[in-house]
């Protein structure tokens, strides 16, 4: 994938989104101008998050920044890329911002794994910030969805609920709620045991990790 100059990638987005505005007042062709125009529009975005990941390897995280903004307004209701810009403040330890571009994605319609993600996310955000009552908020929402998926694809979802309640174990204990703490270890503990006897390399470090949590 050719990775377009950030300019070039300004002017794509303008033109499309005139092309798509025009198309809504046109009858016989407005559709197929409607297509390209989205079309473009898809492309631009890949290319900005495309030059953000790249520029992030380098360290130059201000105009990676810049780059997943403009993916996000490139189309306002891509929530997935909301995410990523998210994800990228998260990484920064700027848990204010992400802490809000995660509640503005749960404003959109999100499926359930995306807004398991987020919820959980949050709660990461928050009770790094010492916001551990928030946190226990959203960790306890993001693992009553991740049980409901954990149903219908087991092999797929259970290191989420078992990384979930690790994280709930983790606040539970910073607001001296050691049995609750302890609850939710031993539960994300017999997870990660099961899952370690099928990929012990993955997961018996976190196996490790969560015995660590317990003391």
Not at 128 to 138: E, P, R, S, T, W
Request: charged share 25%.
């Amino acid at each position: 994938l050719t990775i377009l100059k950030e300019d070039t990638l300004d002017q794509l987005v303008v033109k499309a989104k005139k092309e798509y505005s025009d198309a809504a007042k046109l009858d016989s062709i407005a559709e197929v101008k409607r297509d390209t125009a989205s079309k473009t529009i898809d492309e631009a975005i890949e290319g900005y998050l495309l030059r953000a990941r790249l520029l992030s390897s380098k360290f130059q995280f201000e105009d990676a920044e810049r780059n997943y903004k403009k993916a996000v307004d490139a189309d306002t209701d891509r929530t997935e890329v909301r995410i990523q810009y998210a994800v990228f403040l998260h990484k920064q330890n700027r848990f204010i911002l992400a802490t809000q571009e995660y509640q503005n994605c749960l404003t959109y319609s999100l499926d359930f794994t995306n807004k398991a993600l987020v919820l959980n996310n949050i709660g990461i955000a928050q009770t790094a910030q010492n916001d551990y009552q928030g946190g226990m908020q959203n960790y306890k929402e993001a693992l009553s969805i991740d049980r409901v998926l954990v149903k219908t694809n087991p092999e797929v979802y259970r290191q989420y609920v078992a990384i979930t309640l690790n994280n709930l174990g983790a606040a539970q204990t910073a607001q001296n709620d050691y049995q609750g703490g302890i609850q939710s270890y031993k539960e994300a503990l017999s997870i990660r045991r099961a899952l370690a006897k099928t990929n012990p390399k993955v997961y018996r470090p976190e196996v490790a990790g969560t015995l660590n949590n317990l003391g």
